[in-house]
């Protein structure tokens, strides 16, 4: 039975800055890898340098969900990692389903890591016909017009996105209109749905975009420190 100082009940309703909630996964995967090396507890300072930030706001962040801590020893990390899961929702396998099996679309079907972290692909689907019927990643590709049928059925809220950009819009009111609720869009467009439904956007072509800027700034950075060096220990 685990002990810790100032523990409180599970709260639903409690309201967690996006940021932290953006973190927690973070958290629960390095809090998984420290279980996979049968690290049992951990400091918060073992637990920030695992998931690549600062102790002092994992501790913040960790105070939204209850103290779980236990003075001079640390983070149970099993224990730990349940209260993460239980609070991102990921305690329950959700079912997914992605729209787009182009290469794309087949890599995230393939991606083992969804299963892993409480997430069940149900459902490939694809408009165009010499998709449908294809297998991957051991389900068969269907139509796109399956897609209410496929939602109801399977008690669908969450879809993944993985089509051009053109196509994204249709596909994304479609979602809505089956009933889901939370789509994950890797498409490059900006979607635009009712209140009550979440998107979080995954544009690979920017995050390419951020890195050549700093590969840019660590250059110019870099020609810089040259040229200022470059007349030391020079005298008339």
């Not at 956007?201 to 951020?210: A, G, R, Y």
Request: aromatic share 6%.
């Amino acid at each position: 039975m685990h002990t810790g100082e100032g523990s409180s009940a599970h709260d639903p309703h409690r309201d967690i800055p996006e940021a932290t909630v953006a973190r927690l996964p973070v958290y629960l995967r390095a809090l998984t890898s420290l279980a996979e090396r049968n690290i049992a507890s951990c400091s918060s300072e073992e637990l920030a340098t695992a998931a690549g930030v600062n102790s002092a706001k994992l501790r913040k962040d960790l105070s939204y969900l209850g103290s779980y801590g236990t003075r001079g020893v640390g983070y149970d990390v099993d224990y730990l990692s349940y209260q993460i899961a239980r609070e991102i929702g990921v305690t329950h396998d959700w079912p997914v389903i992605i729209v787009g099996i182009g290469n794309l679309g087949q890599a995230l079907a393939n991606f083992s890591g969804f299963s892993s972290r409480g997430f069940r692909t149900v459902a490939l689907l694809d408009a165009a016909e010499p998709m449908q019927g294809r297998t991957v990643a051991g389900i068969a590709v269907r139509p796109f017009a399956d897609l209410a049928e496929i939602v109801t059925a399977e008690q669908v809220s969450i879809g993944v996105i993985s089509v051009p950009a053109a196509a994204a819009q249709d596909v994304a009111d479609a979602m809505v209109e089956a009933g889901i609720s939370s789509i994950l869009n890797f498409a490059p467009a900006v979607l635009n749905v009712p209140d009550g439904v979440d998107v979080r956007k995954v544009d690979l072509s920017i995050e390419l975009q951020i890195l050549a800027y700093h590969e840019s700034r660590k250059a110019a950075e870099a020609e810089e420190s040259v040229d200022d060096g470059s007349g030391e220990g020079v005298s008339a």
